[in-house]
T-cell receptor
């Protein structure tokens, strides 16, 4: 969706390196969801952010919501092969449905 | 074992044929959703249902139909009117969490291929 842009489209990192994925909205966010997907499988819920400045962590994955920029960043510390997959952000614009970004493909080289 | 199941994992459709994808959940969630995922694109909403016997069109409903006769089940039919049905189909259900926001949980998906 053009309302929600994810960057980069794809990313290859060496195992042990840190990385950041961004999700930028062109409209006011009421909530921002992060999911992870292995190819050919369903989405796994990681975390949800709803307040400006909010930061949450799940194992080595941290996500922040910058309300002023209408942007969320997902940061992975000391990446591992298990982190490989597709990361998708989903935006809540106040309705009963989510709008998803195109996803970021992450590959981790060991 | 609570969760969302989708069947079959792979489905083949012949030209002019209708096919039905199954989605079942035993999580007691009220809302259910169908999405389509194409390579390089995010998920696009086909249909969603907030309660039994009620459903709404999403962004790309043309060529699809649904029913919601039971809380646990939300089958999706891909009709012959859908000219480009090859995609990965994902079903989700949602519940309002502790923070007062709905979180969607997804099934494993069904890959539909046209013969």
């Amino acid at each position: 969706s053009q309302e929600l842009e994810q960057s980069p489209q794809s990313l290859i990192v060496q195992e042990g390196k840190n990385l950041t994925i961004n999700c930028t909205s062109s409209k006011t966010l009421y909530g921002l969801y992060w999911y992870k997907q292995k190819y050919g499988e369903g989405l796994i819920f990681l975390m949800m952010l709803q307040k400006g400045g909010e930061e949450k962590s799940h194992e080595k994955i941290t996500a922040k919501l910058d309300e002023k920029k209408q942007q969320s960043s997902l940061h992975i510390t000391a990446s591992q092969p298990s982190h490989a997959g597709i990361y998708l952000c989903g935006a809540d614009y106040g309705g009963n449905k989510l709008v998803f970004g195109a996803g970021t493909i992450l590959r981790v080289k060991s | 074992d609570g969760g969302i199941t989708q069947s079959p994992k792979y489905l083949f459709r012949k030209e002019g044929q209708n096919v039905t994808l199954s989605c079942e959940q035993n999580l007691n969630h009220d809302a259910m959703y169908w999405y389509r995922q194409d390579p390089g694109q995010g998920l696009r909403l086909i249909y969603y249902s907030q309660i039994v016997n009620d459903f709404q069109k999403g962004d790309i409903a043309e060529g699809y139909s649904v029913s919601r006769e039971k809380k646990e089940s939300f089958p999706l039919t891909v009709t012959s009117a859908q000219k480009n049905p090859t995609a990965f189909y994902l079903c989700a259900s949602s519940i309002v969490g502790r923070e007062g926001k709905e979180t969607q949980y997804f099934g494993p998906g069904t890959r539909l291929l046209v013969l």
